[in-house]
C-alpha cells in the first residue's frame, strides 16, 4: 500500500488501555502454554497497530510540522504515550511471571526475555508526567529546528538548504553560509538552553525516581544496552582518543594543504578539492533511477526491496520549508513497511539516503515476517551497522551516480568515516559530563563542550564564529536533545563498518554474506554476539581501531598516485 493511503486512525487513550488490559487478562489467565502462546499473539498483534499508528502520524508531522491536524497528533502522542506504558510494563511483567515462561523462551530464545527485564528498570506510574514534560520538550526543539527561515543568496532557505554552501568553492561564500547558520542559533540561543537544562533536570528527576544516581545508568538502561557497559564504553573512548584522532589530524592537515589554507576553520571542514567536492548528477529522480539499478544488482533481496519501496511511494526526500530537518528510517508494523525520510540538498549526502537510510530499511524489510515483534528489534548499534555496512557494499556502484567524480567520492566517503568517529564519541563524551553534573549551567554546557572540541578534533579552528566559538555546536546535534547517549552507537558502528569495508575489498561475496546473515538474526541476538558470529573483531578492544584506521590510511594512501 503507498504510505498516503495509509489510513491513520487515532488510538484513544482510554480505548486502548481498557484493551490492552484485557490481552493481559487473557495472557495471565491461560492455562496451559498453548492458550498463553495465543494469547500473546493478540497482545503482539494490538501493540504493532497502535506502534503503526503512532509512525504513521509522526511521519506526517516530519514531513510538514505545519500541518495542524498532524501538529495535534504529535502533541497527543507525546502525552498519549507515557500513560500507556503502565499497561505495557504489566505485560512485560506478566510475561516475566509466566508459568510458562520456559516454554516461551523455548520457542523464542532468552533475549527477548532479557531485553524485557532491562525495560522494567525504565518506568513506574510516578513518572509519567515528567515523560510527558521530555516528550514535550523534545518536540519544542523539533519545531524550533524545523521554523529555520535564512534569508541567504538571495533566498529564503531551511538549515538543509544552506548546506551546500558550506563546500562553496568560494572561500567567503563558505564563511557567509556558516556566519549566517551561526547567527540564526545564536539569536535563539537561550530558547536552545532552555529547552536542554529543562530536559536534562527532567530526565535526571526521573532517574532518580526510579532510584537511580543519575539518569547515565537510566540512559543506558532505555537504549537496551545488555552486551556492554559503561567501562567498555569509556574503554573505547580513550582507543578513539589514543588511535584515531592522530590519524584524522593528519588527514585535515592533508586538507588544508591540498584546499590551500593554513589552518582548517569551521567553515573549511567540509571542502575538500579546490575544484568543488563530489557531487551527485542528474536530478532526484536520476537518482532514485539509478537507485534501483544498484540495488537489482546487488543481490535479489535488494531488488526486492526497492521494487517495494519505490512502489509504495515509501520515501520523503526533499527539503522544503516547514519540514524537519535531518533523515530517519522508520518502520511501519500493520503494513509491513520501512519508511525513509530525508533532506536532499545536491550534495553527496544526498546518495546516503539511498545507502545509509536505506540499510536500515532493507534491514527492517527483511525481518517483517519474524514474529514476535521483540524478535525484530535489534539495538541501535546493530541497526547502525545495518546502515553503515550498506554504505560501503554500494561502491562498486557510485560511478553512476558521481561519473567521473567518483574517485573523490570514495576518497570523501572513507576519510569521512574516520574522522567521523572522534565527533561522534566527543558527542557521546559530553553527554556523559551532562548528566554527571546536571547542575551545570549552559555556561558550563558550553566550556565543557570546547574543553572536548580540543581532545576530539584539535585540528578544527572554531574561532572568530560565534555560536561555534562559544562552544554551542552541540546544539545543532538532534540526538542530544532527542535521543540521549545514541551518538556512540554509531561509532561502534561505523568501526565495524570499516571491517566490513576491508574485508570487501579483498572479498565481495564473502563479506555480502556475513552482512546478509548479521542482518538476517534481527533482534535475536546481542551486537556482540553478532559481530562474534560473523568473525568480526570486537570495537571494544582499542587495537581493532588502529587495525581499521590503519586498513582505512593504507588505501587513502594507494590512490593518491
Known amino acids: 500500500m503507498k504510505f498516503s493511503q495509509m489510513k491513520y486512525v487515532r488510538p484513544e487513550f482510554e480505548e486502548t488501555n481498557a484493551k490492552a488490559?484485557?490481552?493481559?487478562?487473557a495472557f495471565k489467565d491461560a492455562k496451559n502454554p498453548e492458550e498463553a502462546f495465543a494469547a500473546y499473539k493478540q497482545i503482539d498483534s494490538f501493540n504493532r497497530n497502535v506502534q503503526s499508528m503512532f509512525s504513521i502520524a509522526n511521519i506526517r508531522n516530519t514531513i510538514d510540522t505545519r500541518d495542524e491536524y498532524y501538529d495535534k497528533e504529535k502533541t497527543y502522542m507525546d502525552e498519549t504515550r507515557p500513560k500507556l506504558m503502565e499497561v505495557q510494563q504489566a505485560i512485560t511483567s506478566a510475561l516475566l511471571a509466566s508459568p510458562y515462561r520456559k516454554e516461551l523462551e523455548a520457542e523464542w530464545g532468552t533475549l527477548m526475555f532479557d531485553k524485557a527485564e532491562m525495560q522494567l528498570k525504565t518506568f513506574k506510574p510516578e513518572i509519567v508526567a515528567d515523560l510527558q514534560e521530555e516528550n514535550k520538550l523534545g518536540s519544542e526543539y523539533d519545531k524550533l529546528i524545523a521554523s529555520a527561515q535564512i534569508q541567504f543568496d538571495g533566498k529564503t532557505l531551511t538549515l538543509a538548504q544552506l548546506t551546500p554552501y558550506y563546500e562553496a568553492p568560494d572561500r567567503s561564500v563558505r564563511?557567509?553560509?556558516?556566519r549566517a547558520q551561526a547567527a540564526w542559533f545564536m539569536e535563539r540561543a537561550e530558547q536552545f538552553d532552555t529547552i536542554y537544562d529543562k530536559l536534562v533536570k527532567v530526565r535526571t528527576r526521573i532517574a532518580k525516581t526510579l532510584g537511580y544516581e543519575n539518569f547515565i545508568e537510566l540512559g543506558?538502561?532505555?537504549?537496551?544496552?545488555?552486551c556492554y557497559n559503561r567501562e567498555k564504553v569509556e574503554k573505547f573512548r580513550?582507543?578513539?582518543h589514543k588511535y584515531i584522532v592522530p590519524i584524522v589530524k593528519t588527514l585535515k592537515a592533508e586538507q588544508a594543504k591540498r584546499i590551500g589554507v593554513d589552518s582548517i576553520k569551521v567553515f573549511d571542514d567540509r571542502y575538500e578539492y579546490t575544484d568543488g567536492n563530489a557531487k551527485p548528477k542528474g536530478t532526484a529522480d536520476d537518482i532514485f533511477a539509478h537507485g534501483k539499478k544498484m540495488y537489482h544488482e546487488l543481490?535479489?533481496?535488494?531488488a526486492e526491496f526497492i521494487d517495494f519501496m519505490m512502489e509504495n511511494e515509501l520515501f520523503d526526500v526533499l527539503a522544503r520549508p516547514g519540514k524537519s530537518a535531518g533523515g530517519y528510517c522508520a518502520y511501519i508494523d500493520d503494513h509491513k513497511s520501512p519508511f525513509i525520510f530525508a533532506n536532499f540538498n545536491g550534495t553527496r549526502g544526498d546518495i546516503d539516503v539511498l545507502t545509509h537510510e536505506a540499510g536500515h530499511a532493507f534491514a527492517a524489510y527483511g525481518s517483517k515476517d519474524i514474529y514476535p515483534a521483540a524478535l525484530r528489534r535489534y539495538t541501535s548499534e546493530t541497526a547502525e551497522v545495518h546502515s553503515m555496512g550498506m554504505e560501503f557494499f554500494t561502491w562498486p556502484w557510485m560511478e553512476g551516480f558521481f561519473g567521473e567524480q567518483t574517485g573523490k567520492y570514495r576518497l570523501s566517503h572513507l576519510a569521512g568515516?574516520?574522522?567521523?568517529?572522534p565527533y561522534g564519541t566527543m558527542v557521546d563524551d559530553f553527554q556523559h559530563h551532562v548528566y554527571q553534573k546536571p547542575d551545570m549551567t549552559p555556561k558550563e554546557r558550553n566550556e565543557c563542550w570546547l574543553a572536548l572540541e580540543k581532545k576530539y578534533r584539535p585540528y578544527l579552528d572554531q574561532s572568530g564564529i560565534p555560536f561555534y566559538g562559544d562552544g554551542r555546536r552541540w546544539q545543532s546535534q538532534m540526538h542530544i536533545f532527542r535521543i540521549p547517549f545514541y551518538y556512540i552507537d554509531y561509532c561502534l558502528a561505523r568501526v565495524i563498518s570499516l571491517v566490513f569495508w576491508a574485508e570487501d575489498q579483498k572479498n565481495h561475496k564473502e563479506s555480502w554474506g556475513k552482512y546478509c546473515r548479521l542482518v538476517g538474526f534481527a533482534g535475536t541476538k546481542t551486537f556482540s554476539d553478532l559481530i562474534a558470529d560473523a568473525g568480526l573483531p570486537s570495537p571494544f578492544i582499542p587495537e581493532t581501531l588502529k587495525i581499521v584506521a590503519d586498513a582505512a590510511v593504507d588505501w587513502l594512501n594507494s590512490q593518491k598516485g
Do not use: D, P, Q
Open 21 to 25: 488490559k484485557a490481552l493481559l487478562s
Open 175 to 178: 564563511e557567509a553560509a556558516v
Open 220 to 226: 543506558y538502561y532505555r537504549m537496551t544496552r545488555i
Open 238 to 240: 580513550e582507543g578513539v
Open 299 to 302: 543481490s535479489a533481496e535488494t
Open 417 to 421: 568515516a574516520l574522522s567521523f568517529i
